[in-house]
Nanobody, 124 residues
Framework: QVQLVESGGGLVQAGGSLRLSCAASGRTFSSYIMGWFRQAPGKEREFVAAISRSGTNTYYTDSVKGRFTISRDNAKNMVYLQMNSLKPEDTAVYYC?????????????????WGQGTQVTVSS
């Protein structure tokens, strides 16, 4: 069982930055692939980024490549999403998720555990 708690969301102007954090409970954090997803009003939840269990490999959706960076600290049971050059279209509730499988996927239904989400609002 893994419990996830996100923090760091807020209101920021276009071009600004935010750093999301996700704190995980449990002793087996390093055995989970970690992902960030987002959901805007009226839209489906979409993949943003994922990181392998060791942190060696990272994956991004095309719209955030070069602007967002996912990282993890297995010693602290933390995963982060650094978001730079934010755009109004990045506005959404951002969710942290954990996947106990071996291969990174971008499908929300494959992830086993979810946080409650944190709101990110980017004003133009």
């Amino acid at each position: 069982q893994v419990q996830l708690v996100e923090s760091g969301g807020g209101l920021v102007q276009a071009g600004g930055s935010l750093r999301l954090s996700c704190a995980a409970s449990g002793r087996t954090f390093s055995s989970y692939i970690m992902g960030w997803f987002r959901q805007a009003p009226g839209k489906e939840r979409e993949f943003v980024a994922a990181i392998s269990r060791s942190g060696t490999n990272t994956y991004y959706t095309d719209s955030v490549k070069g602007r967002f960076t996912i990282s993890r600290d297995n010693a602290k049971n933390m995963v982060y999403l650094q978001m730079n050059s934010l755009k109004p279209e990045d506005t959404a509730v951002y969710y942290c998720a954990a996947d106990g499988h071996r291969i990174v996927v971008r499908t929300p239904s494959r992830y086993d555990y979810w946080g409650q989400g944190t709101q990110v609002t980017v004003s133009s």
